[in-house]
């Protein structure tokens, strides 16, 4: 049974992500593979100069398109992709729909979009992440069939062109010409069809490139603005709190019994240093002696600052540092080993906290029967330094 229960963990964690990857990928080669030949004979015959008379050969580029999307899009999928699931939706039904317009009508072809738009509707809920990957893959795709649209439109329109378009070649630079709106006017368009297909081809290019840069570069600029807001709005709402210093085993079981009592905890961790904190948890990284960081993690308006490092030296330093900052916030110094008690106290930290000493003297306790009360433990527990 336990086989069966890692089975299932796996099948919760990447099982409907990849079927859903693997659907996409099977339905793009099956909508792909009848176009091979065709498409292989267009591509040879636009090489000639008499690739004009060859355009309508091209036409297989519509049905190989999806399957291409598709392809590219079971990559975004298995990241939980939100965009990648909208464009597989999409390229699932016009794949479908391709495949029953007759004389190709394709009962694999259809049966496994099919397969695919169930699966990706069923499991809608798991495609919830915002990808850079996707979106990337999204511009390819957009500005693949753009540059597809220019070029075969050029090609289709040439003789309305002055000088006609009549080869791959002076379509393409012509497509890339007029979408990048730049005009040398060395291609004229003269009849009303190639003007107003040149018409199309600039306000499509415009769209495309506005749309695309827009979900690549959009929550690159968005996401940097947003953690700079947060890293200034959490400055300004750490009042009232509790700051600990440190990422041992003692700062993290400190921190966490605060979460649990509802109070605000800022975390200050040394650079390079391994943090053992979620990433939900309020850590400032930076040097805990320097002053620019204690104004960060809001030392001058914390409650008190617990100072549980590893090491006793920089306890102690780090206390001097939140006193000459702000001497009026407690300082709980921790006291790793019992050797340093005294050297600890001569910088005057409000209270000492020695594990070592507290959890041996209730362990001698316990051994010869003696009363345990609260006036005890807080003996123990905190040493004040006067």
């Given at each position: 049974?336990?086989w ?7 099948w ?21 593979r ?9 591509l040879?015959?636009l090489?000639s ?22 392809v ?11 965009l990648?699931?909208v ?7 016009l794949a479908a ?9 394709e009962?694999?072809v ?5 397969a ?7 499991f809608?809920?798991?495609f ?18 753009l540059?597809?649209?220019?070029t075969?439109?050029?090609?289709w ?5 002055t ?9 393409l630079y012509y497509?890339?010409e ?10 004229v368009p003269?009849?009303l ?5 040149t ?19 959009g929550?690159?600029?968005g996401g940097s603005?947003k953690?700079?807001?947060e890293g200034r ?8 709190h509790?700051v600990?210093?440190g990422a041992?085993s003692l700062?993290?079981t400190?921190w ?17 240093q ?10 400032v ?11 960060q ?11 549980l ?12 540092a ?7 916030v ?13 050297k ?19 362990l001698?306790r316990?051994?010869?029967d003696e009363?345990?009360d609260?006036?005890?433990?807080s003996?123990l527990?905190?040493a004040?330094s006067?």
């Amino acid at each position: 049974m336990r086989w069966l229960g890692r089975l299932r963990g796996t099948w919760n964690a990447h099982g409907p992500q990849a079927l859903a990857a693997l659907l996409s990928a099977l339905s793009g080669a099956l909508v792909m593979r009848p176009q091979f030949a065709s498409l292989g004979g267009s591509l040879h015959a636009l090489a000639s100069s008499a690739a004009v008379l060859r355009v309508a050969d091209l036409m297989v580029l519509p049905r190989a398109l999806p399957g291409l999307g598709l392809v590219l899009m079971s990559f975004g999928l298995l990241t939980r992709a939100r965009l990648a699931w909208v464009i597989s939706l999409l390229l699932g039904l016009l794949a479908a729909g391709l495949a029953l317009v007759p004389p190709a009508r394709e009962p694999a072809v259809l049966a496994s979009c099919l397969a695919l738009l169930a699966a990706l509707l069923v499991f809608a809920r798991r495609f919830d992440r915002s990808s850079v990957a996707a979106g990337s893959l999204f511009t390819l795709l957009s500005v693949g069939s753009l540059m597809l649209y220019g070029t075969l439109g050029s090609l289709w329109f040439g003789d309305g062109y002055t000088p006609p378009i009549r080869d791959l070649g002076t379509a393409l630079y012509y497509a890339v010409e007029t979408m990048s709106t730049v005009g040398y006017g060395d291609i004229v368009p003269r009849t009303l069809h190639a003007r107003m297909f040149t018409v199309s081809l600039i306000v499509l290019g415009i769209t495309v490139f506005a749309t695309t840069l827009s979900v690549v570069i959009g929550p690159l600029v968005g996401g940097s603005i947003k953690r700079a807001l947060e890293g200034r709005m959490q400055k300004q709402q750490r009042r009232n709190h509790y700051v600990i210093f440190g990422a041992s085993s003692l700062a993290y079981t400190a921190w966490r019994a605060l979460q649990q009592r509802g109070v605000p905890v800022t975390v200050v961790v040394a650079a390079g240093q391994q943090s053992p904190f979620p990433p939900d948890a309020d850590v400032v990284v930076g040097d805990a002696t320097r002053n620019e960081v204690l104004e960060q993690a809001g030392v001058p308006h914390a409650r008190a600052v617990l100072t549980l490092r590893d090491d006793d030296a920089e306890n102690a330093f780090a206390v001097l540092a939140v006193k000459e900052l702000a001497p009026t916030v407690k300082t709980i110094a921790g006291v790793n080993d019992a050797r340093h008690l005294a050297k600890i106290r001569r910088v005057q930290p409000d209270m000492l906290f020695a594990p070592q000493v507290l959890g041996s003297d209730l362990l001698v306790r316990s051994l010869f029967d003696e009363p345990i009360d609260n006036e005890t433990v807080s003996r123990l527990l905190f040493a004040h330094s006067d």
